[in-house]
């Protein structure tokens, strides 16, 4: 089937604005995982979904930071009041359980969402 | 979470063989070894996994010794479109993926 998508694949904003970033999972995948890759950089975890819930927020920057998961399917990230430095690719992964114990899942990734503040 | 060391960059021609080595010297004992690459204006792709000795795929092959505190990831032959960045990363089952800078591999014709 499709892959991860992620929707919009550019966005422009203005310092102080809100934004929403949406991916949609591959299907049948229980396990999303967001991630942040600044110019030149690695990627930065930040949150990951078991189904609906969030057992692990660790990464999120700040309290601007938010993300939600509904039906086991697509994931909202939300940026509240965002700043120059909220600008960056942000990468969606999924993989099917994230319960496999040792062995490390393949997480599959979107092709991101490009975010400019300015 | 087990820390990696690669090198930032390297270079090759094309048709020879390229090894990457990863340095991860806390290593656990329950950490698997992956290797993600990374195109330009992409997100990551997955590309090989292994716990020790030598695992071989369609694409690479990834050389862990006995003590595993590092690991080399092989490419044979590479073409141009093997320019790309390669991530080495260590760790188990669903914890999130710690991803350093990465080896950014540019091949020349």
């Known amino acids: 089937g499709a892959g991860v998508s992620q929707s919009p694949s550019n966005k422009v904003t203005e310092k102080g604005k809100d934004v929403e970033l949406r991916c949609d999972p591959i299907?049948?995948?229980?396990?999303l995982y967001w991630y942040r890759q600044s110019l030149g950089q690695g990627l930065e975890f930040l949150i990951y979904f078991q189904g609906n819930s969030a057992p692990d927020k660790s990464g999120l920057p700040s309290d601007r930071f938010s993300a939600e998961r509904t039906g086991g399917s697509v994931s909202t990230l939300t940026i509240q009041r965002t700043q120059q430095e909220d600008s960056a690719v942000y990468l969606c992964?999924?993989?099917?359980?994230?319960?496999?114990?040792?062995?490390?899942?393949?997480?599959?990734f979107g092709p991101g969402t490009r975010l400019l503040v300015l | 979470l087990a820390k990696t060391t690669q090198p930032i960059s390297m270079d090759s021609y094309e048709g020879q063989e390229v090894n990457i080595t990863c340095s991860h010297n806390n290593i656990a004992t329950n950490d698997y070894i992956t290797w993600y690459q990374q195109f330009p204006s992409q997100g990551p792709r997955f590309i090989i996994q292994g716990y020790k000795t030598k695992v071989t795929n369609e694409v690479a092959s990834l050389f862990i010794p006995a003590d595993r505190k590092s690991s080399t990831l092989s490419l044979p032959r590479v073409s141009l479109s093997d320019t790309a960045v390669y991530y080495c990363?260590?760790?188990?089952?669903?914890?999130?993926?710690?991803f350093g800078k990465g080896t950014r591999l540019s091949v020349i014709a």
């Open positions: 992964a999924s993989s099917r359980s994230g319960t496999s114990g040792g062995l490390r899942e393949t997480q599959y």
């Open positions: 299907s049948g995948h229980t396990a």
């Open positions: 990363l260590v760790g188990e089952g669903n914890t999130p993926l710690v």
